[in-house]
């Protein structure tokens, strides 16, 4: 069974950096793509950021050159470096896994807040 755990979340400053980290078990995590997305309140859920399987990045305008995806194999984690954050970065960002073209697992999320 594929579980996702989210870490890293947290109040911050504009301005600020957090680095969200995704623990993955259950699967075998180099072959799958890692993803993040994000919900913030009254709004839908959100596509932030993709890395495949062979280091191919992907990222939604909004947060292109202040965020940045990557994973380690060796430790079956993703992480989502977070710079200049913004008030509207504020949501609940969730780790997902999958094919490089599905999202098939996702984790709990983890609360990041803004603040101006």
């Known amino acids: 069974q594929v579980q996702l755990v989210e870490s890293g979340g947290g109040l911050v400053q504009v301005g600020g950096s957090l680095r969200l980290s995704c623990a993955a078990s259950?699967?075998?995590?180099?072959?799958?793509?890692m993803g993040w997305y994000r919900r913030a309140p009254g709004k839908q859920r959100e596509f932030v950021a993709q890395?495949?399987?062979?280091?191919?990045?992907k990222y939604a305008d909004s947060v292109k050159g202040r965020f940045t995806i990557s994973r380690d194999n060796a430790k079956n984690t993703a992480y989502l470096q977070m710079n200049g954050l913004k008030p509207e970065d504020t949501a609940v960002y969730y780790c997902?896994?999958?094919?490089?073209?599905?999202?098939?697992?996702w984790g709990q999320g983890t609360q990041v807040t803004v603040s101006s």
């Open positions: 997902t896994q999958g094919s490089d073209y599905t999202t098939d697992y």
């Open positions: 259950g699967s075998i995590f180099s072959l799958n793509a």
């Open positions: 890395i495949t399987s062979g280091g191919y990045k």
